[in-house]
């Protein structure tokens, strides 16, 4: 099935660094969402966008609907150890066929050393 | 206020039996989709059930199934098992627009 291009696949980073991740797709979409998975968890909600060039924050979340609707990002401001996880971003397209379902990336997986 | 439920958490078939999920929706919510999520992958659609239709399809093959009761939950089944279809399931609910909650999913092997 489709998928995204997200990136990076994963990063190492240090306690109180920042971080970004980014989504890219060749179709437009009109809404993105941004997901956190623990391991053996379901993925929960962190941020949602629904118009192009929207920035929105979650507390130390950052993200940002593309103005091509084509891409997003994520930022996460002075990373704690509990930021460890996958990201996954994800997109829903226009109304009509298909507009129903959320398409995934294959995820970021954060890891923050101490 | 309970998130989104599934039930069993794990589960071990073999190949050629079948299998069935189940999922109730967060409180409010009317509308369920089902996911299939591969070791390593992002989550898949598999379908989407709503008013007890099944409202849009992801590319599955028929031996994937699905029912939405009048209370919103929902069962997805899945026939003739394949080693392929061992995956964790993931159950989201919405109300209106894209956000979709999720639950913590069913872990399925088939030996």
């Known amino acids: 099935g489709q998928q995204l291009n997200q990136s990076p696949?994963?990063?190492?980073?240090?306690?109180?660094?920042?971080?970004?991740?980014?989504?890219?797709?060749?179709?437009?979409?009109?809404?993105?969402?941004?997901?956190?998975?623990?391991?053996?968890?379901g993925p929960v909600l962190l941020i949602a966008l629904y118009k192009a060039g929207e920035l929105t924050s979650n507390g130390r979340l950052t993200a940002q609907f593309g103005i091509t609707r084509k891409d997003s990002f994520l930022n996460i401001s002075a990373s704690i150890p509990s930021d460890v996880g996958i990201y996954f971003c994800a997109g829903q397209p226009p109304l009509g066929a298909g507009s129903y379902q959320l398409t995934f990336g294959k995820g970021t997986k954060l890891s923050v050393i101490p | 206020d309970a998130?989104?439920?599934?039930?069993?958490?794990?589960?071990?078939?073999?190949?050629?039996?079948?299998?069935?999920?189940?999922?109730?929706?967060?409180?409010?919510?009317?509308?369920?989709?089902?996911?299939?999520?591969?070791?390593?992958?992002?989550?898949?659609?598999?379908?989407?059930?709503?008013?007890?239709?099944?409202?849009?399809?992801?590319?599955?093959?028929?031996?994937?199934?699905?029912?939405?009761?009048?209370?919103?939950?929902?069962?997805?089944?899945?026939?003739?098992?394949?080693?392929?279809?061992?995956?964790?399931?993931?159950?989201?609910?919405s109300k209106e627009g894209a956000e979709q909650f999720f639950g913590p999913g069913t872990r399925l092997t088939v030996l």
């Not at chain 1, 980014?22 to 053996?40: A, E, H, M, V």
């Not at chain 2, 929706?25 to 239709?53: C, M, N, R």
């Not at chain 2, 849009?56 to 003739?80: I, K, T």
């Open chain 1, 9 to 41: 696949q994963s990063m190492f980073i240090q306690e109180g660094e920042d971080v970004s991740m980014n989504c890219t797709s060749s179709s437009i979409f009109n809404t993105w969402l941004w997901y956190k998975q623990d391991p053996g968890e």
């Open chain 2, 3 to 93: 998130g989104v439920t599934q039930s069993p958490t794990h589960l071990i078939k073999t190949r050629g039996q079948q299998v069935t999920l189940r999922c109730s929706p967060k409180s409010g919510h009317d509308t369920v989709s089902w996911y299939q999520q591969a070791l390593g992958q992002g989550p898949q659609f598999i379908f989407q059930y709503y008013e007890e239709e099944e409202r849009q399809r992801g590319n599955f093959p028929d031996r994937f199934s699905g029912h939405q009761f009048p209370n919103y939950s929902s069962e997805l089944n899945v026939n003739a098992l394949l080693l392929g279809d061992s995956a964790l399931y993931l159950c989201a609910s």
